[in-house]
């Protein structure tokens, strides 16, 4: 395990993601688990309307990490619940830079840094929709020609990858991570979650943070939807 910010930083931004770090505070993750049991397998920007959500995203680890790791002056766009019942489908491979600035053409490279950080309110393992990402690709194209579009540009079935080379099948590192644990990664990482075969609800909180300079395309995020990061309350 790294011993520093800066070696984590480093395996950041040269593998794409980081090894899974702790709350500092799981209580919360607990009441956002009680809160989401009747939500929708996938639920929109949950940091909109739950004080709970506000809470655990700003968990003193998660911001202090998102500081040493990414910067400042940080804006939240996006939230997901992951709710995978037994049962739920795999999420097949994507990535989460949906834009680079407006509606330029989404870009790998890190000068216009995008991150996403998945929370794990519940264990995410091997069976119930563990994450898999492939090494590099938040830099790297992979001689796949991956479409440059922005997200709000392309039709919603042309998301997800139809499959991987083997090459680029040799390069996939999965990532279990314990209940109570979160990670960043660069969000033009490919990545995937498989399906949940276990008899458990495994619960997923998907952050997207991007700098607060940029311009938003409205189709995916509205003023309402960007809070500063970290964020307690919602303005009136």
Not at 12 to 31: C, I, K, Y
Not at 80 to 85: I, P
Not at 98 to 103: A, I, K, L, M, V
Not at 137 to 142: A, E, N, P, R, Y
Request: aromatic letters at 8%; glycine letters at 6%.
């Amino acid at each position: 395990m790294p011993t520093s910010w800066q070696d984590i930083k480093r395996t950041l931004d040269e593998r794409g993601f980081t090894d899974p770090m702790t709350l500092r505070f799981p209580e919360a993750a607990d009441a956002v688990f009680e809160e989401t049991a009747k939500l929708a397998l996938y639920t929109r920007n949950p940091h909109i309307r739950f004080e709970t959500v506000r809470q655990l995203v700003s968990d003193p680890a998660i911001t202090e990490a998102v500081a040493q790791l990414c910067g400042s002056g940080f804006v939240l766009w996006r939230s997901a619940f992951f709710n995978k019942v037994p049962g739920a489908r795999e999420i097949g491979w994507h990535h989460d830079k949906h834009f680079s600035d407006g509606d330029d053409l989404v870009k790998l490279e890190m000068d216009l840094p995008h991150y996403s950080v998945f929370i794990s309110v519940t264990q995410t393992g091997s069976d119930n929709g563990m994450l898999e990402f492939v090494a590099g690709s938040h830099v790297d194209d992979l001689d796949m020609n991956r479409d440059p579009r922005p997200y709000h540009q392309r039709p919603p079935n042309e998301h997800n990858l139809p499959g991987l080379s083997p090459a680029v099948e040799a390069r996939v590192i999965a990532t279990p991570l314990p209940q109570y644990t979160f990670m960043v990664f660069h969000s033009a990482i490919l990545h995937r979650s498989l399906q949940n075969t276990s008899g458990d609800r495994r619960l997923g909180l998907a952050l997207r943070l991007s700098p607060g300079d940029l311009t938003f395309p409205e189709a995916q995020a509205t003023a309402k939807d960007i809070l500063p990061y970290p964020c307690a309350t919602v303005p009136a």
